[in-house]
C-alpha cells in the first residue's frame, strides 16, 4: 500500500469517498495547524472539513456534522 493519501476521504460507509483498508491504518487531520479527532470527511483540493456536532443525529440516525474551510492536511498515523 501506498503512503499517499486520496484527496477527499470520509468515515461514512455509505460514502463513495469512503476506504476502510486506508481508515484501519490510521489517518489523522491537521485543519489549520491544529489537531482534530472528530472529522467525519475531508476534501484537501477544495479546502475543507466536515466535524460532528456533539452528539445529535439528523433524522436518519447520522452525526448531525457542519464543514469548515481551511488548511487541511492529513497524514497516516500508524506506518505500513
Known sequence: MTDTLPDRLSTNPKSPHYDEA???R???I???GQE????????VSEGWIRVAVGKTMDRHGNPL???LKGKVEPYLEKKA
Open 22 to 24: 486506508l481508515l484501519q
Open 30 to 32: 491537521k485543519f489549520d
Open 36 to 43: 482534530k479527532t472528530n472529522v467525519e470527511e475531508y476534501c
Open 65 to 67: 456534522t457542519v464543514k
Open 26 to 28: 490510521g489517518v489523522g
